[in-house]
């Protein structure tokens, strides 16, 4: 059985302070955690309701009822598998080829989807501001499907970076150049703005280049694009002729 001091300590990492605190962070679903220790991700423990679902050595297996896995899983219908790992110390950013940074970006789904985006696309570095969710936030593990282990995820000062690089900054805005139409380097540094409020004013007047993605609807009535779709189209158009 799992102890209440291991079940204490799971949900505990549910929270930011907790993961700071242990190092550790939770990843649920056989495919998510397959993926994080095909990349080398160190495993602290992984609880299952099959242990033949994992190649494991037998101390760091555990298996447990359907019943335990609910108690720590923060999922609504949990997975057969839930494991914690070892949080990587993250990379130095290398000020080379094409880098995405985000300010404040508050949904997890968000985040996790613009990792693995920077995943397909090949972006090496992801650089986040203080302000932007926790990328070992449980909900940002599912979304990402893996791909975190295969990008560097950085938080640091966003106008920091910007001030520090010789790259092109590019910032993403309605009133831009149409991204469809610009001629487009194969290094630099994207921004992308918050949820609700976009990019900050310091950040906008640190840009080299706005760029926008035109609407076509007849009625023009969509005010914006979701932030991880709006990033999906843009690193297509950085990428077209690479």
Request: charged share 25%.
């Amino acid at each position: 059985m799992i102890s209440k001091n291991e079940i204490k300590l799971i949900t505990g990492l549910h929270q930011k302070k907790y993961r700071s605190k242990h190092g550790m962070f939770i990843a649920e679903g056989i495919k998510v955690i397959r993926e994080l220790l095909e990349a080398g991700v160190p495993l602290k423990a992984l609880y299952t309701t099959s242990t033949t679902q994992f190649d494991l050595a037998a101390g760091l297996v555990r298996e447990i009822s359907e019943q335990e896995l609910k108690k720590i899983s923060q999922l609504k219908t949990p997975n057969t598998a839930l494991a914690l790992f070892e949080i990587p110390q993250s990379e130095s950013v290398v000020p080379s080829g094409l880098i995405v940074a985000l300010d404040d970006i508050r949904d997890p789904g968000n985040l996790g989807t613009i990792i693995r985006l920077c995943d397909w696309f090949g972006i090496e570095h992801l650089v986040c501001s203080r302000g932007t969710v926790d990328c070992y936030n449980s909900k940002v593990i599912q979304a990402t499907m893996g791909s975190l282990a295969r990008v560097n995820v950085a938080y640091t000062e966003i106008e920091d970076l910007i001030r520090t690089t010789d790259l092109p900054v590019f910032v993403a805005d309605m009133d831009g150049e149409n991204v469809y139409g610009a001629t487009l380097p194969d290094k630099g540094i994207l921004v992308m703005g918050n949820e609700a409020n976009g990019l900050s004013e310091n950040i906008r007047k640190l840009a080299d280049r706005t760029l926008s993605i035109p609407r076509f609807g007849k009625l023009q009535k969509t005010e914006s694009l979701n932030v991880a779709t709006a990033t999906a189209i843009l690193l297509s158009e950085f990428k077209r002729g690479a």
